[in-house]
């Protein structure tokens, strides 16, 4: 079992940037998948990124792809998003979330999310 801690959130203007990070519990870390979701309000929650066990394979949603970053540092069990050239429309919650399963996950298999972070962006 694993608890994720998400921190990082705040209020940044159009063009800014933030780095999210979410720290987890636990001696098996490396052993999940790791991934950032987004709920703003009046929306479902979107899928953002996601990192492999290792940290070499990463997937991105076509809203953020080349202004966001995901990456892992099993060593101190974290995950982290940079999130460069900020838009209004990234206003929402973020939440890390991990699974075990072995293959490429759907939103559905990730079984461990964290409280939230709340992101807003300015015009």
């Known amino acids: 079992q694993v608890q994720l801690v998400e921190s990082g959130g705040g209020l940044v203007q159009a063009g800014g940037s933030l780095r999210l990070s979410c720290a987890a519990s636990g001696r098996t870390f490396s052993t999940y998948r790791m991934a950032w979701f987004r709920h703003a309000p009046g929306k479902e929650r979107e899928f953002v990124a996601r990192?492999?066990?290792?940290?070499?394979?990463?997937d991105y949603s076509n809203s953020v792809k080349g202004r966001f970053t995901i990456s892992r540092d099993n060593a101190k069990n974290t995950v982290y998003l940079q999130m460069n050239s900020l838009k209004p429309e990234d206003t929402a919650v973020y939440y890390c979330?991990?699974?075990?399963?072995?293959?490429?996950?759907?939103?559905?298999?990730?079984?461990?999310w964290g409280q939230g972070t709340q992101v807003t962006v300015s015009s």
């Open positions: 979330a991990a699974t075990n399963t072995m293959v490429i996950p759907t939103e559905e298999m990730y079984n461990y």
């Open positions: 990192i492999n066990r290792g940290g070499d394979s990463t």
